[in-house]
């Protein structure tokens, strides 16, 4: 589909921006006791035993959505935990389409992790709301209620700017295993201009930014077979070769002496930084102290030629995540084992295609390996990078939306880990945006998980403007 291209430009918005606050002040109480009521629901997908709880979650979202005034809510089932489908189309034919992802399943969390209250009975305490889930995910996938409520009320609409569409899947905290062949399965039905993620934060309570991009995922193990059995090191050592030496070598050979990736072809295709991306990077406020020691690391190391940011956030990476082989007990034995073992994985940027990436693997590999090592090679799955060019109409309109509810200008961020979103893009072939109002401060996955209230309901009022600006300024030629 095509859209026009957007024209940048300053509005005067001050009468909306106190519609919408004065809106969002209007109900925050009542949608402060919904959410709270969706918090109680212990939706977490990894335990069988609460399995009822997250259909239960799903129903609970459909239901409500509908009261919001989606006039089509469905829940979707898959081999797993059902997500939630929800549409409201635009009265307007130009309009764009969206897609909101997000998810309503929840980590595990028990009082004795270390929580001060249950994690499933909600409280605020010094204006943040303790709960699991409420800022990952149901939080934030929550302020997309109110949010299309205050657009509508305070434009006069009936119907909002964009056609919209929510998928709230219920598997993310388990791998989302299914969701690929979900929306494969519904691909007709999601089709969308843009996919909005609404599971990732900003940089800080007081730097607001948005993502722009995620790295993708190839992750294999390479299992090296020396002798048949385990030998003695006395009677064949130095004659025949050892496939802990080789699974060594394997991994050592894995980088240059710049800590880039030796693999040949490994770089084909990426994007690089450009120097305007690399200016907005180095302008966060980024202490790499202090980032150290949230890594629990004493030192950084990295490619040569880039900085932190931008090797956590742009730079492809090879990584070894286990290596084993050989005699681990105590004491000794003088053994050549018979087999040993590396997992790796690799994080990919956007131009990188995981396919090639594993052949380039499988390629160099084998050429690694001496005569007399046997290797196979597994692949467990892939994740495509993305990336939204940074003037992109749709991530314009989000920049300014949070620019309007902050007041104040908003930066850019990437994402290292990798996630769902991607296969939104290649399922739909739409770019992806990600849009969060979540703090590194919320103990996603920890005990005491918190969101904080205040920018809870910025992220209504972000979506309140976002949908306005988006039908303005995205909307597709007559
Ligand atoms: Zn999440």
């Given at each position: 589909?095509?859209a026009?291209?957007?024209?940048?430009?300053?509005?005067?918005?001050?009468?909306?921006?106190?519609?919408?606050?004065?809106?969002?002040?209007?109900h925050?109480?009542?949608?402060?006791?919904?959410?709270?009521e969706?918090?109680?629901?212990?939706?977490?997908?990894?335990?069988?035993?609460?399995?009822?709880?997250?259909?239960?979650?799903a129903?609970?979202?459909?239901?409500?959505?509908?009261?919001?005034?989606?006039?089509?809510?469905?829940?979707?089932?898959?081999?797993?935990?059902?997500?939630?489908?929800?549409?409201?189309?635009?009265?307007?034919?130009?309009?764009?389409?969206?897609?909101?992802?997000g998810?309503?399943?929840v980590q595990?969390?028990?009082?004795?992790d270390?929580?001060?209250?249950?994690?499933?009975?909600?409280?605020?305490?010094?204006?943040r709301?303790?709960?699991?889930?409420?800022?990952?995910?149901?939080g934030?996938?929550?302020?997309?209620?109110?949010?299309?409520?205050?657009?509508?009320?305070?434009?006069?609409?009936?119907?909002?700017a964009?056609h919209?569409?929510?998928?709230?899947?219920?598997?993310?905290?388990?791998?989302?295993?299914?969701?690929?062949?979900?929306?494969?399965?519904?691909?007709?039905?999601?089709?969308a201009?843009?996919?909005i993620?609404?599971?990732?934060?900003?940089?800080?309570e007081?730097v607001p930014?948005v993502?722009?991009?995620?790295?993708g995922?190839?992750?294999?193990?390479?299992?090296?077979?020396?002798?048949?059995?385990d030998?003695?090191?006395?009677?064949?050592g130095?004659a025949?070769?050892?496939?802990?030496?080789?699974?060594?070598?394997?991994?050592?050979?894995?980088?240059?002496?710049?800590?880039?990736?030796?693999?040949?072809?490994?770089?084909d295709?990426i994007?690089?930084?450009?120097d305007?991306e690399?200016?907005l990077?180095?302008?966060?406020?980024?202490?790499?102290?202090?980032?150290?020691?949230?890594?629990?690391?004493?030192?950084?190391?990295g490619?040569?030629?880039?900085?932190?940011?931008?090797?956590?956030?742009?730079?492809?990476?090879?990584?070894?995540?286990?290596?084993?082989?050989?005699?681990?007990g105590?004491?000794?034995?003088?053994?050549?084992?018979?087999?040993?073992?590396?997992?790796l994985?690799?994080r990919?940027?956007?131009?990188?295609?995981?396919?090639h990436?594993?052949?380039a693997?499988?390629?160099?590999?084998?050429?690694q390996?001496s005569a007399?090592?046997?290797?196979?090679i597994t692949?467990?799955?892939?994740?495509?990078?993305?990336?939204t060019?940074?003037?992109?109409?749709?991530?314009?309109?989000?920049?300014?939306?949070?620019?309007?509810?902050?007041?104040?200008?908003?930066?850019?961020?990437?994402?290292?880990?990798?996630g769902?979103?991607?296969?939104?893009?290649?399922?739909?072939?739409?770019?992806?945006?990600?849009?969060?109002?979540?703090v590194?401060?919320d103990?996603?996955?920890?005990?005491?998980?918190?969101?904080?209230?205040?920018?809870?309901l910025?992220?209504?009022?972000?979506?309140a403007?976002?949908?306005?600006?988006?039908?303005?300024?995205?909307?597709?030629?007559?």
């Amino acid at each position: 589909m095509r859209a026009d291209r957007l024209v940048t430009m300053s509005q005067p918005v001050d009468s909306a921006v106190s519609a919408v606050r004065t809106y969002i002040a209007q109900h925050r109480a009542a949608f402060l006791d919904d959410l709270a009521e969706w918090l109680r629901i212990p939706s977490v997908s990894a335990q069988p035993d609460h399995a009822p709880d997250v259909r239960r979650s799903a129903d609970w979202l459909a239901a409500k959505l509908r009261e919001t005034g989606f006039p089509t809510t469905e829940v979707w089932e898959t081999p797993g935990a059902p997500a939630v489908f929800a549409e409201w189309p635009s009265d307007d034919p130009r309009a764009p389409t969206v897609v909101v992802y997000g998810h309503h399943d929840v980590q595990p969390a028990a009082r004795e992790d270390g929580w001060d209250s249950d994690p499933f009975e909600p409280v605020v305490r010094e204006n943040r709301l303790y709960a699991r889930g409420a800022a990952d995910d149901k939080g934030q996938v929550f302020f997309h209620t109110l949010g299309v409520r205050a657009h509508l009320a305070t434009t006069g609409r009936t119907a909002p700017a964009v056609h919209l569409k929510l998928l709230i899947e219920g598997e993310e905290e388990s791998g989302s295993p299914h969701f690929r062949a979900l929306a494969e399965q519904h691909s007709a039905r999601l089709a969308a201009d843009a996919v909005i993620v609404s599971d990732t934060g900003m940089w800080s309570e007081d730097v607001p930014t948005v993502c722009t991009g995620m790295r993708g995922l190839v992750e294999c193990e390479i299992r090296l077979f020396g002798p048949d059995q385990d030998i003695h090191s006395g009677s064949f050592g130095g004659a025949v070769p050892n496939p802990a030496t080789a699974a060594a070598r394997l991994v050592a050979a894995l980088h240059d002496e710049h800590a880039r990736v030796a693999i040949p072809g490994f770089y084909d295709g990426i994007v690089e930084l450009t120097d305007r991306e690399r200016a907005l990077f180095a302008e966060l406020p980024f202490d790499e102290q202090q980032w150290l020691s949230t890594a629990k690391s004493y030192g950084t190391h990295g490619e040569a030629g880039h900085t932190t940011l931008e090797r956590i956030w742009a730079r492809p990476t090879a990584e070894v995540n286990g290596i084993s082989g050989g005699y681990q007990g105590p004491g000794s034995k003088t053994i050549i084992p018979s087999s040993a073992m590396v997992k790796l994985s690799f994080r990919l940027v956007a131009g990188q295609d995981p396919d090639h990436v594993e052949k380039a693997v499988r390629e160099w590999a084998a050429e690694q390996l001496s005569a007399g090592i046997r290797h196979e090679i597994t692949f467990t799955g892939s994740t495509r990078p993305c990336l939204t060019p940074l003037d992109h109409p749709a991530l314009q309109s989000v920049v300014r939306a949070m620019g309007r509810a902050f007041d104040q200008p908003v930066r850019f961020t990437r994402e290292g880990g990798s996630g769902p979103a991607a296969d939104l893009q290649e399922v739909l072939g739409t770019p992806v945006l990600f849009l969060g109002i979540s703090v590194p401060s919320d103990g996603w996955h920890a005990p005491n998980e918190k969101v904080e209230l205040d920018l809870l309901l910025k992220g209504v009022e972000i979506t309140a403007y976002l949908w306005a600006d988006l039908g303005e300024y995205w909307r597709h030629a007559p």
